[in-house]
């Protein structure tokens, strides 16, 4: 290939990254000012609430229970390699709370709520729906994207709580019933390892991790194209966009809070 | 009165309307026809705002359309969407009152309520239809819960795109009906676009050919037969010769 073409194809290829990191770093900035000013709609927030947190709840609990069990059983037989089975609590306890509840939490969000968000006002914009709420003197900004992304902020760090205690309650239950570690011993060792910071950190994913997946689910919901393949796109799209971002938001926050 | 003034619009290469002038005088019912894709929606977008034109001036009442008070402006319009883009979340009646239980216009649930269902009446449904979501009810009954929803706020300005596409012919001329009773009732000033000459007789007063992104003849509907234009005589008759190319 000619290398003039080459570099022009990179040019391009870089500029329409850039144009899309622009979109929607504009997008996320208008959801912001969106969710600080009225009207506010308080019946669509709760709905969002209700989708996001407590209807989340099931899935965010059960990946988490597997997730727990499964390290504990991991850990457990990584560490006989040399004579460290003992730290499972510790390792359990910290592997959840910093690193894999949040991230699994997140990506769980992501391929339940943004999948459903992004298929949800696709479908509005397809159908006309967006722009009926227009021509009634409704900003989908304000009534769609703001109610969605809020929720998301407030109930994904909830989750995110919940699953790091499940999680730590599934690698109790097979360290416990399965691996023969004293109960009371297993709590203690839990408890006493664990540092406020963990817990922050933890929370402060949740919240980042929300954000991006709702705002995902709402910027490639609302930018979708016509028709049905319309609609399939931009919920592949915001998944996968999620799910990239979720998991580099993670590197960063992580090095963050524990960078040495 | 709305006045479209040498309106312009493309979408990347296609350019859909290239210098529409067109006017609609106030409470008169203007009906837009011409095939697909000449840009008819696009106009009534423009119009609304929705679509932001390449060039030219949109008045309504002398000032221009993308001036002032946004939620004002559209508070003066209603719109009858093609396939009804009723909210599939929110029951019947809440469609139909949704711009009264928001904003300016707000009203208290159970006074939104009773208009919604007084409109539903209106438009030949029954109250126990106010409960339902949209996605049980007919396509016929749709259309009629998007015609309540276009008139809730008694607009000044009714638009409705398409409003007997996909009906039976009945459910169409109940439709047109309506439609032609709550113009007149309301003092609307009313703009339809639509392919069905049947609804072009009786609901416009004055009818406008637009093709290729122009319009090629207006006048009041009475003189739509006796035109001399080549473009409005094909479409009306809908013959496949003539200026109008029939592959697009």
Known sequence: MNPIALLARVGRLALDWLSAIGRVALFALSTLTHMLRPPFYGRETLTALLHIGWLSLPVVGLTAIFTGGALALQIYAGGARFNAEAVVPQIVAIGMVRELGPVLVGLMIAARVTSSIAAEIATMKVTEQIDALVTLSTNPMQYLVAPRVLAAFVTVPLLVGIGDIIGIAGGYAVAVHNLDFNAAAYLKNTVDFLEPLDIISSLVKGAAFGTLAALMGC????????????????????????????????FLLTGAFFSV | ??????????????????????????????????????????????????????????????KPADSGDRDAFLARFGMLFQGGALFDSLPVWQNVAFRLMRGALKRPAEEAREIAIEKLRRVGLKPDVADRLPAELSGGMQKRVGLARAIAAEPEIIFFDEPTTGLDPIMAGVINDLIREIVVEMGATAMTITHDMTSVRAIADNIAMLHDGVIKWTGPVGQMDHSGDPYLDQFIHGRAEGPIEAVR
Request: with cysteine.
């Open chain 1, 219 to 250: 910027y490639y919901g609302m930018q979708s194209g016509r028709g049905a393949q319309g609609v399939g796109r931009a919920t592949k799209g915001s998944v996968e966009a999620a799910a990239v971002l979720i998991l580099a938001a993670n």
């Open chain 2, 1 to 62: 009165m709305i006045k479209l003034d040498n309106v312009n619009k493309a979408f990347g290469s296609n350019q859909v309307l290239r210098g529409m002038t067109l006017e609609v005088p106030k409470g008169t019912s203007m009906v837009i026809i011409g095939g697909s894709g000449t840009g008819k929606s696009v106009a009534l977008k423009c119009i609304l705002g929705l679509i932001k034109p390449d060039s030219g001036s949109i008045l309504v009442d002398g």
